[in-house]
C-alpha cells in the first residue's frame, strides 16, 4: 500500500514523526513524504530530523507565502501533478493548514482516500481560515482520528459518522517519547527559579498585528511580570509588530529570548509555574507537563482543557485578573488518550491494506 503524508508546518511534522515510526512497523506499507513548503523554518535543519527520529521529506514543494487563495491554488496544482506520478491508495493529513485542505481537495479529485489525524475539531469564529479547512478536510475524509471525546461530539452533531475513530493525541505520543531528552537546564541558564516563572508565546494575528490589542496585552503582562518573571519566547511576526508601533519599551520587565526548539521549550515548561500562549498545540503540552495556561483567544479548539479549569481563555483587558485568580494543583488526567494514538491510527488503516 502506498500512502503519501502531507505536512506543511513545523507542528506537522512532530507529528508525522510518531506516525512515521508506526508506519515503518507494517510490513507493505510504502509511505511518501511530501512538505508543501507553507511555513519555511531554517531550524529544520538535519538535526532536527535527527532528534524526531524521521527521514527527511521525498519532496519539498517550496511553496510558501502569498494569499490563503493563491497558495492553495499553486499547492492544488503541484499536488495533483505528484499524486498523479506517485499514485498513492491514501493521503495522510495533519491539522488545519493550507496545506491540510490542499491535500484533501487533490485527493478527492482524483478518487484517493483521505485520512484525516486531528479531526473534529471546531472553533469560532467560523469564518477563521483553520475552521475553514479543518471543516473542509472532514467532510472528505475517509477516516476521521480524534484527538478527544470533545471531537466525538462535534462530528456526532454534524452528522458524520463513518469512518471517524477516537485515538487520542498523537502529540501526546511525541511528548511522552521526547520527554527523557527535555532540556532540563534551560531555566537555569536563564536564572530562573522552578516554579518561579511564566513561559510566554505568543503569534496570532488578532493579538499582534492590531496596535491597540498589542498594547493591552503587554501591558497586562508587563503587570503579571513585576509579580513573577514571564520568559517571553517571542516570535518574528510578533517581534516586528512591536517593533513598527514602537512598543519595545513595554517588553522592560520581561525576559524576551529568540524562539527555541522543542526540547528547550518543553523543559522549561516542565519547571514553570504556569504559561501564556496563544498557540495552539501548546496549549495541550503545557497540559502535559501538568502545567495551567491562560490562553490569550477568544475561543479555542481544545475547550476541554478550559471546560476542566485548566486553561483559561483571557484578553489583553482581563489576562492580569486572570493570573491573580489562577490556582495550580492536580486536574484530569489522560483527556488525549495514553499515549498511544500513532499506534492506533495505524493499525486502522494497515487493516485495510
Known sequence: MKIMSIVGARPQFVKEAIVQHELNKV???NEILVHTGQHYDENMSGSFFETLSMRKPDYNLGLSGGSHGKMTGEMLIALEELMLKESPE??????DTNSTLAGALTAAKLKIGVAHIEAGL???PKDMPEEINRVLTD???KYLFVPSEWGMKNLEAEGIREGVHFTGDVMYDIFLKMR????KSYHSELGLEPGKYIVMTMHRDFNVDDRETLTEILNGVGRIAREIPIVFTIHPRTKARIEEFKLSSMLKD???VPPIDY???MGLTQHAYAAITDSGGYQKETYFSGKKALVLMPD???IELVDEGINVLVSGADIYDAFSGLKTGDFKENIYGSGDAAKRIVSIISQNI
Open 27 to 29: 510490513e507493505g506499507i
Open 263 to 265: 526540547l528547550k521549550l
Open 254 to 256: 520581561i525576559l524576551v
Open 300 to 302: 479555542t479548539s481544545w
Open 90 to 95: 491514501l493521503v495522510i493529513l495533519y491539522g
Open 122 to 124: 471546531r472553533q469560532h
Open 180 to 183: 527523557p531528552t527535555f532540556d
Open 139 to 141: 467532510r472528505i475524509s
